[in-house]
């Protein structure tokens, strides 16, 4: 989840207006249902067994904490992940061809109808080499990861071993996940691998992503995001003798002030950001190459379009015009745009049933449910339209995408949030 | 010298055009001068001294090369180079406060008279760590530096031999030199220290650089350069929920865009290059500095000027601009403007007696002079308005700046060379 990372590295600008939504709306009818769940005994032993199993938790983020998984590098992590999930008793237990581990717990349904995915990703943004053993100082772990989103994996785990050891199937199957490539460049390629090639893609009904570090946040828009690195070239040249050649550079410059102009909506939120730049060899001479990273994102998937459009049209108008105002005599102005990302935008509507009820669940734990803007692995089903929200992974934390991350295990809060996880869950799965 | 070093960046482009003067118009009686001085006895004498000596030169090119000498890590080899100006019999040598080495050969004058400065330069553009050791293939030298300007060094401390062996006073006093800064960003800091501050700063009629790679270069322009590191600040922030916040990418790049709209002479050529740029952090954060290094130069000292004033007009602009186009709420863009590089424009007439006497040694010798514009050492007294010009090493080399540099120690075109150098020489400090 990339709300924590944004909070470390923006220090002082005003996100939270742009982040947080109204309090939802739910129904007494979605109260009721959620009380009725709430009360079936066989919720309550599931409580208790969640209650019975804090410590094994805690261990279980400090395990999967200590197995790195950089970037595309998951590997070692779902292994491990995939042999809690066996041992936990889910059935079907299989690592996909993206790295995803899945495991199922069958519900009381015919073979092969609709199901729930549940999901928390394997992947940490921190680099192979990062130090990653856990620091314990009271209630608090401190490590590299340890809450995004590997407390998300030790809190699904507990989801799945409360409903097996309570003995609750819900009518509908519920797949959980453990998947990879949430962060940056990972782009959402484990859950682009689930949604869009997987062997259960036709059958999900609704998507839960375990991975946010709050207690009351409900995300259920996706921000998309389209990001792009373009490689300016040139011929290069002295910067004396070859006087009057074109320059990437100019070209780069020129893509930026124009972007800059490009109009954008205020809602749906729409933004762009030139972000990185690099290139050029020596104070003496013009440049062979210059490169430019760009960020666009919307709450809107047709916003977004239109964005880019006009952002490529303006990176092309920007070489042309060079290759006009210079010499081409040694070569032209060339760029080279490369998707470096590619976020889907979409949102699951606050009134849908499984926005509401999940606000009920949260609330029938007294919390009150906070909507938000996110980009999560969620934007995936979101943006296909398939009801999708990312909720609270049970323990509290900051610095998350720093090595100074730490989360909160304090029990009666984790507790009271795996609560409403399940709760949520088990509603949107049709257990009644 | 940096002619080589443009080349080797080069690749392709024209600059020869552009460094390439008429061939000077040396008049009869600089013709007749020059033959009385070769004609002398003592000035044979000197002669004979330099091809005696040849194999000596070469070993001095090897032990000068073997002896790094990194920008502003000169002390090494200027200690070594002072011993070696002490043994071939020069007075009042001295290292002074710049790392410049400074040896004397008293002339007939009266002491504190005017004197003629011949230099050459200890540093290279080689960093500490860099292999030095020559490697020798039939009569070519290879080895980082040994070309510029170690070439010139021994090429000088030859002439100081010849000199001294055939016991040759000139009227005026001629002090050698051995200088620290020549390269890049040591800008002339050696030849700012003796012209600027040196203890014979008042006394100096006339300067050689010995540091042109060719036969039959003799650079009577020196184009001048500034050069800047704009360092652009900002408060950065999140790229979706800081949008809107001033970013200094746009800034740069309006800068770079207004630069390239800056008019300019095509003579004296005046020139100037947006050439490296960086910053930013991470694709999805605007960036908190973006620097920029721009080289300016021109034939004319004002020319230069007035381009250095337009454009850091344009670098306020371009901050004002972003400042009022977008959000300061949580701080403004702001410029930091460092000079990386002043190295002083100037030029000594085609028609001065140091040119047409130097170009009528060259014509001695059976070459043809070939008037430059560049940028060596000769700069700074160019600037002062002290006839200077910059002639050749002796050692005809190519991939100077590069690890690959050599250099051709063949005897008859070195001592071709050493001649015309000395003739020049002692034409200017008034041996007739």
Redesign the interface.
């Known amino acids: 989840m ?1 709300r924590v990372a ?1 909070c470390a ?7 939270a207006a ?2 947080a939504g109204a309090v939802p709306v739910h129904t007494p009818s979605d109260t009721r249902l959620i009380a009725a769940i709430k009360a079936k005994p066989a919720v309550k032993a599931a409580f208790a067994a969640l209650e019975a199993e804090h410590d094994q938790w805690v261990e279980n983020i400090v395990t999967l904490t200590e197995i790195p998984a950089p970037p595309f590098k998951e590997a070692a992590r779902g292994k491990a992940y995939a042999d809690m999930f066996r041992a936990a008793g889910l059935t079907d237990v299989e690592i996909d061809e993206a790295g995803n581990v899945l495991g199922m717990r069958r519900g009381t349904g015919k073979p092969g109808g609709k199901l729930v995915v549940v999901s928390a990703h394997l992947d940490t943004v921190f680099p192979e080499g990062t130090p990653v053993t856990v620091r314990r100082e009271g209630s608090r772990l401190y490590a590299p990861g340890v809450g995004d989103d590997t407390s998300g994996l030790a809190t699904q785990l507990s989801l799945v071993k409360a409903l097996i050891a309570s003995n609750i199937s819900a009518p509908m199957d519920i797949l959980f996940v453990g998947d990879v490539g949430e962060e940056g460049l990972g782009d959402l390629r484990g859950m682009k691998q689930l949604f869009g090639k997987g062997k259960y893609k036709d059958r999900i009904a609704a998507f839960f992503s375990i991975d946010d570090s709050s207690i009351d946040g409900l995300t259920n828009g996706g ?1 998309g ?1 389209k ?1 792009y690195r373009l490689n300016f070239k040139g ?9 009057g ?1 074109v ?1 990437p ?2 070209a ?6 124009d972007l ?1 102009n490009i109009p954008v909506p205020k809602s749906p ?1 729409t ?17 062979r190459e ?1 490169w430019l ?3 666009m ?1 919307s709450e809107s998937a047709a916003e977004l379009a239109t964005l880019e459009r006009a952002f490529l049209q303006t990176v092309d108008k920007a070489v042309a015009g060079e290759n006009a ?2 010499s081409t005599k ?1 070569g032209v102005i060339s760029v080279e745009k490369k998707i ?2 590619d976020r889907p935008a979409g949102s699951t509507a606050a009134d849908t049933a499984l926005v509401r009820q999940t606000a009920a669940a949260y609330g029938a734990e007294g919390v009150a449910a906070r909507l938000s803007f996110s980009s999560t692995d969620a934007n995936v089903p979101m943006s296909l339209g398939i009801p999708a929200i990312t909720i609270p992974r049970a323990a509290k934390g900051e610095r998350g995408h720093s090595t100074d991350e730490w989360i909160d295990v304090s029990a009666p809060e984790s507790l009271k949030v795996k609560r409403m996880d399940l709760l949520a869950i088990l509603a949107a799965a049709g257990y009644r």
Chains 1, 2 share one sequence.
């Not at 780069?252 to 002030?257: E, F, L």
């Not at 933004?271 to 440049?287: Q, R």
Request: glycine letters at 12%; a positive charge.
């Open positions: 990339k944004l590295i923006l220090v002082g600008t005003a996100m742009s982040m921000v995001s990001r011929p290069g040249g002295h910067s004396f003798g070859a006087f050649l320059n550079m100019t780069m410059s020129q893509t930026v002030v800059y939120k933004t762009f950001s030139a972000s990185v730049v690099g290139g050029g060899s020596s104070v003496n001479a013009i440049p210059v990273e760009v960020d994102r105002a210079r040694d470096v990302g």
